[in-house]
């Protein structure tokens, strides 16, 4: 039941990012809602994002990363390389000689558990325990560099405070940092990993907003912000979220040069967004009013198509994939009981995997013969003590529902 939505957004557009109070405000709201009709820029569709790329961002977590030889996962405290042989279990990228693989003496233990990236070698996670610059001096969050054959780990910059969303692209660190005021205002800042000055390189003109996105994909970096009239009074109580209207845009950066264009996701006035994934280079997104006008859309990650609507019911839908709708349930009648299901498009149930108490199933489809999870299950309510495993379903036997969750690492906490 696919179908095309008619969007006047296909293009991005350029920014200026210059501010001049109230009539500067006034001015971004009005242009969000016609940018994409008046503006006629464009950028050639030979730079079009490589849809080959394997992009696991699921709002703000990233648990896998492809490697030159394999998989690396966050399976909580630990960096865990999986070598793709379904023979093989993942292990610790650490090379210590009788090493526990529990505490920071080992090579591959982190405090980080959100978000993984792989470049040239080396595997990076930020720290939340602050560290000292080796290159500044200062005094702030690190960014790690572990090598991926588990040899050593390094510092390599240090940000002022605990990024809320991160990631590394082309010999660069970009993250998002947010005012501690009440009005919340997002800026993006890029750090180059080689040691170069820090640089903003957006701010935004909303509030009480933030990103759900930052990737580089191809030659350009994306993001996504959400916010409100900067004008818009958030210690007045009387107001309700709900009813106020936010905006939505999706950004291209392109580190070469600096040009930042954007593109707005809101396709229809008074609707909400919210990005649930990106695979392949498409964004995966819903587009709702209220609960009976609420869509399931894609659209190219580089804004050149139209959104398609792949689904007018979502169906709690967690994540997405040119395959499969990743979905939770929860079934108030059988005491609690909830899981996940595994939809095609055209909303029959390929399989589901039901979970008890406060067991749950994070999935996060990776490439075109596997899709991730990330399992939690309790082993001792009494003590606490849960299990947290990365597992692993065969897309071809998914096509026939009888795909199993093939554990590739457990610890336990």
Not at 328 to 347: F, K, L, Q, S
Request: proline share 3%; hydrophobic share 35%.
């Amino acid at each position: 039941m696919k179908k095309n939505l008619p969007s006047a957004h296909g293009t991005f557009c350029r920014l200026n990012l210059s501010r001049s109070g109230g009539v500067r405000s006034m001015l971004m709201l009005f242009c969000a809602a016609i940018l994409g009709s008046l503006c006629a820029c464009s950028f050639d569709p030979s730079d079009s994002t490589d849809s080959s790329a394997i992009n696991c961002e699921r709002n703000l977590y990233n648990y896998m990363v492809e490697g030159d030889k394999g998989f690396y996962f966050l399976c909580e405290n630990l960096i865990v390389f999986w070598d793709g042989d379904l023979q093989h279990q993942a292990m610790p990228i650490c090379s210590k000689t009788g090493c526990a693989h529990d505490s920071w003496e080992c090579i591959a233990w982190t405090s980080s558990n959100t978000k993984i990236f792989y470049r040239d070698g080396g595997v990076y996670v930020f720290s939340g325990t602050k560290e000292r610059d080796p290159v500044t001096q200062s005094v702030g969050y690190p960014l790690w560099r572990i090598a991926a054959d588990g040899s050593g780990k390094e510092i390599v910059r240090v940000v002022r405070e605990s990024p809320h969303n991160y990631t590394i692209f082309q010999d660069a660190l970009y993250y998002e940092s947010r005012t501690e005021d009440d009005k919340s205002i997002c800026s993006v800042f890029c750090l180059p990993l080689d040691g170069g000055e820090e640089k903003r390189i957006f701010e935004s003109q909303y509030q009480n907003g933030g990103l759900s996105m930052l990737q580089g994909i191809g030659e350009y970096l994306y993001f996504n912000e959400r916010g409100v009239d900067p004008e818009l009074d958030l210690t007045d109580t009387t107001w309700n979220l709900d009813t106020v209207e936010e905006v939505e845009i999706l950004y291209r950066y392109d580190p070469k040069n600096g040009d930042l264009r954007s593109n707005p996701l809101n396709e229809k006035e008074g609707f909400h967004t919210i990005i649930r994934n990106v695979y392949d280079g498409k964004l995966y997104y819903n587009s709702w009013k209220d609960e009976e006008e609420n869509q399931l859309l894609s659209k190219a990650v580089d804004g050149q198509t139209e959104a398609v609507c792949l689904r007018e019911e979502p169906l709690s839908i967690e994540a997405a994939d040119t395959q499969y709708l990743y979905a939770t349930y929860r079934d108030d009648t059988d005491e609690g009981g909830h899981g996940n299901r595994i939809y095609d498009y055209d909303g029959n149930v390929i399989q589901e995997f039901e979970m008890h108490g406060i067991d749950f199933l994070q999935l996060f489809p990776a490439n075109d013969a596997y899709v991730f999870g990330k399992l939690v299950k309790m082993v001792d309510e009494a003590a606490g003590q849960v299990e947290v495993s990365i597992v692993l379903l065969e897309r071809e036997k998914l096509a026939d529902g009888t795909a199993e969750m093939i554990p590739l690492m457990t610890v336990q906490q």
